[in-house]
């Protein structure tokens, strides 16, 4: 019957994700849509797909961790942003949602107004898995905007974690200081990483790291799992063979995320007042967006990566589920609303996903309208780079890069690097190399690149 059951979901689950594929649209939307019409058909989430999801999400963000730069995260437009952006997002969401409280309307009438701030707090995240999906689809991890979407992500998994030790009332055990220890044991992983080769074993590794002394040994002293999970990535990002170990985790992590996806929509079918309600609360959704380009324009951003990462970023987070459960466990919610932010998320997962078709044609558009400030006045990452002195572009410093840059600087031509590594950049320019931070495959850095034409 088990079988029965994974092969009636799986059948389920690539109907829906074809269909929507057929439509232009994501395919988890596909699988999220599945979810539904199986809950419809009176099926119920059996423990072992939540196991699943669970670990489908853990490798997820283990992933994000293997791919994020640290010194991202310290940046001014990511941490302000993230933590701004919450403030002002509980502030717009009990502006909003004050008002049916106050007329009497829907599931919000005569809620007290801590219990629309948490229900605000919970639908201002955005949400990780989707966001880094639609990047990872669009091969876009790397631009500017996708770095600056992925540091907010993590800062609000911070904020969130830190909301569930107060709320929950368990806070981190004494013994979370011993997580230190995994700085310095960094090393070991890494020489295990260096000779384990790039077949079976590296996936057995890469799925070990996540869960056991990431999510396990985090969620033992009191910390969430998943931010574990992260934080293994991210120890492990600066090895040569992470790159390789990311590659070999992908598809056994893309299929548990359709575990992930299902498990949503199999929460339970809603009534139709919840589902009105969370047709309400996506009128949030654009001014979520507005205050993300608002913000990262603030920060000396270039009106189109505020945009972008804007867009990115306009959808509600499977964040708010957990937040809304231990809202709801300490008694601060009704548990009917864990459904109806369920519905919520998904819903918000569909309009992000059309508005994201048209992105950067919508971007563009937003930028001939507004254009961007004196560049004197962005940050340097997102200055004009005027050509007037370069002959030749070299596109990626490893080994191969350098020798080039080195052999066509020996012949007179003035060379300039592109390099995506921070760390390697700063380590060129000491050795005299004039080299520019960037990812060849970002349309953002060739839109920053002022050629002028010589005779």
Known sequence: E????VGLFLVIAFAGGYAVR??????????LLAGFALAAGGQTAPEALHVLAGLGVTLFVFAVGLKLDVSQLLRREVWLTATTHTALMVLVG?????VPATLGLGAVAGLPLRTIALISFALSFSSTVFVVKLL?????????YGQIAIGVLVMQDLIAVGFVAVASGKGPSIWAVTLLLLIPARHLFGWVLARIGHKELLIVFGAMMALVPGYLLFDSVGVKGDLGAIVMGILLASHPNAGDLGKALFSIKELLLVAFFLSIGLEGLPTWMEVATALGVLVLLPLQTV???WLISLMGMRRRTAVLAGLVLSNNSEFGLIVASTAVAAGMLEPSWLTTISVAVALSFLVAALANMRAEPLADAIAARWPDPDPDRLDPAERPIPLHDVDVLVLGLGRIGQSAYRRLDEQGLHVLGVEHDARRCETLREDGIRVIEGDASDTGLWRRLQAVRTL
């Open 2 to 5: 088990g079988m029965e059951t």
């Open 22 to 31: 057929a439509l232009g649209l994501p395919p988890m939307l596909g699988f």
């Open 94 to 98: 009990v502006g909003v949602l004050l």
């Open 136 to 144: 990872e689809d669009r091969n876009e991890m790397r631009s500017r």
């Open 291 to 293: 205050a993300y380009v």
